[in-house]
């Protein structure tokens, strides 16, 4: 399997759907090194008024539900080497790979719902973005 040893720092975008689990699962098959620092990340969308971007204050974690807060500490928690959690609000890819950049990653794990034709058009494809945008490797895990 891969190893992680070219990555040192590795972004992963985790929302509270099913695929974070795979998402997670496929970090593990990197072969983290103790060397290896990991992002959590998780953004909280503004349903209020998505189209509002203010200076990007990081969110509360208090904003996510107790299971979505429990659910990320755990995946810390099994990881064999330093990592932190961030949690903001905004827009999911241009905060994905904000917080790519700030935090220099050399790769980000993000999933794809899988949507194609019309729907993909509609609502867009929070991965496709990233993969064009992001500075660093992207790999995306298919749902």
């Not at 903001?88 to 917080?99: K, M, S």
């Amino acid at each position: 399997m891969t190893t992680s040893a070219e990555f040192e720092t590795i972004l992963v975008a985790l929302d509270s759907s099913e695929s974070s689990e795979q998402i997670v699962q496929t970090l593990f098959q990197l072969q983290l090194q103790p060397t290896t620092e990991v992002v959590l990340a998780h953004v909280v969308v503004n349903t209020a008024n998505p189209d509002i971007v203010s200076d990007r204050p990081p969110a509360e974690i208090e904003e996510l539900p107790q299971r979505h807060i429990e659910q990320l500490q755990a995946y810390q928690s099994q990881l064999p080497c330093a990592s932190k959690v961030e949690v903001v609000t905004g827009d999911p890819a241009d905060e994905i790979v904000r917080l790519a950049n700030i935090h220099q990653a050399d790769l980000i794990v993000i999933g794809s719902r899988g949507l194609t034709g019309l729907n993909r058009v509609i609502q867009g494809s929070v991965s496709s973005q990233v993969v064009a945008d992001a500075h660093c490797s992207v790999l995306v895990v298919k749902h």
